[in-house]
């Protein structure tokens, strides 16, 4: 199976500065149809998780363009520009291009 | 809108069964493929099966030969019958639907429900 990495486990960040999470592989995600099946989801609590990037760059109707994805290969990455209180959550990011579908083991992103 | 809509968790003792439900509205049920997500505090975020359109099923490891996924398109109703549970069943189970379209590939997990807890537990 497809090892996700995530790191740091938690991030606290002061309100309106950026923050950024890693997600690294243990296989490159590029799969053969040319797609890299790399998603980012958010999970406040109490809730659902909420996909937000998917094919690590594509932000899902709705996101604020303060979310961005990007990476390639094995190596991804989630930007906040701009902390919001509405943003502590965990987030998750998720392989599909490799069978089983397997997921980070989340970064808690809280309020200094 | 797109709503799912897990039912059918609860307490169970170890080596009983449970069939879980999942009720889908707002999208053409039958042309996605449903998946169960279990959610646990120990181990996150774990797949769990898998149903495509034309039926075909697809398992974890972990469950292959315990679980079954199936569906009835007519119902837009998704179901997991979970037998021979163990401890390591426990978690929060949700559904969430995917899709593959011509040109852009697979679309993973953009909706979810709001899950249904099983405990398995004497």
């Known amino acids: 199976d497809v090892v996700m990495t995530q790191s740091p486990l938690s991030l606290p960040v002061t309100l309106g500065q950026p923050a950024s999470i890693s997600c690294r592989s243990s296989?490159?995600?590029?799969?053969?149809?040319?797609?890299?099946?790399l998603n980012w989801f958010q999970q406040r609590p109490g809730q659902s998780p909420r996909r937000l990037i998917n094919k690590v760059s594509n932000r899902d109707s709705g996101v604020p363009d303060r979310f961005s994805g990007s990476g390639s290969g094995t190596d991804f990455t989630l930007k906040i520009s701009r902390v919001e209180t509405e943003d502590v959550a965990v987030y998750y990011c998720?392989?599909?291009?490799?069978?089983?579908?397997?997921f980070g083991g989340g970064t808690r992103v809280e309020i200094k | 809108e797109v709503h799912l809509v897990e039912s059918g968790g609860g307490l169970v003792q170890p080596g009983g069964s449970l069939r879980l439900s999942c009720a889908a509205s707002?999208?053409?049920?039958?042309?996605?493929?449903m998946h169960w997500v279990r959610q646990t505090p120990g181990k996150g975020l774990v797949w769990v099966s898998r149903?495509?359109?034309?039926?075909?099923?697809y398992y974890a490891d972990s469950v292959e030969g315990r679980f079954t996924i199936s569906r009835d398109n007519a119902k837009n109703t998704l179901y997991l019958q979970m037998n021979s549970l163990r401890g390591d069943d426990t978690g929060l189970y949700y559904c969430?639907?995917?899709?593959?379209?011509?040109?852009?590939?697979?679309?993973?997990?953009?909706?979810w429900g709001q899950g249904t807890l099983v405990t398995v537990s004497s």
């Open positions: 707002g999208f053409t049920f039958s042309s996605y493929w």
């Open positions: 998720m392989q599909g291009t490799h069978g089983p579908i397997t």
């Open positions: 149903v495509d359109p034309d039926g075909g099923t």
């Open positions: 969430a639907r995917d899709v593959w379209r011509p040109g852009s590939g697979s679309d993973y997990f953009d909706y």
């Open positions: 296989q490159s995600l590029v799969h053969s149809d040319g797609n890299t099946y």
